[in-house]
């Protein structure tokens, strides 16, 4: 399984971005998918995750309200959609799939996506 993400890019705060992450080499209707991020000096923290199911939804605080995970089975691929950019929304951002509704040890990850938010 092989995860490709993109859409990271220079933004001003208050602005918008929207993540992509195409998922190959697997069934993608049975994978839930998340996104994390890892900041300059920081560990990488988790974001939001979406089970395969679609019926369970999680974000870290820091960002509820203003982005929102999605899916396209159709696609094969997961997004995440930020609005209302932050400075300290500045971080590489992951995606990541596994087989479990509620993983906490993902099995398949993405290379990464530069988002830089300037204030």
């Known amino acids: 399984v092989q995860l490709q993400a993109s859409g990271g890019g220079l933004v001003q705060t208050g602005g918008s971005l929207r993540l992509s992450c195409i998922v190959s080499g697997g069934t993608f209707r049975m994978y839930s998918l998340g996104w994390f991020r890892q900041a300059p000096g920081r560990e990488r923290e988790f974001v939001a995750r979406?089970?395969?199911?679609?019926?369970?939804?999680r974000y870290v605080d820091s960002v509820k309200g203003r982005f929102t995970i999605s899916r396209d089975n159709a696609k094969n691929t997961s997004y995440l959609q930020m609005n209302n950019l932050r400075p300290e929304d500045t971080a590489v951002y992951y995606c990541a799939a596994d087989r479990l509704t509620s993983p906490r040890e993902w099995a398949y990850w993405g290379q990464g996506t530069l988002v830089t938010v300037s204030s």
């Open positions: 979406l089970s395969w199911s679609g019926d369970i939804i």
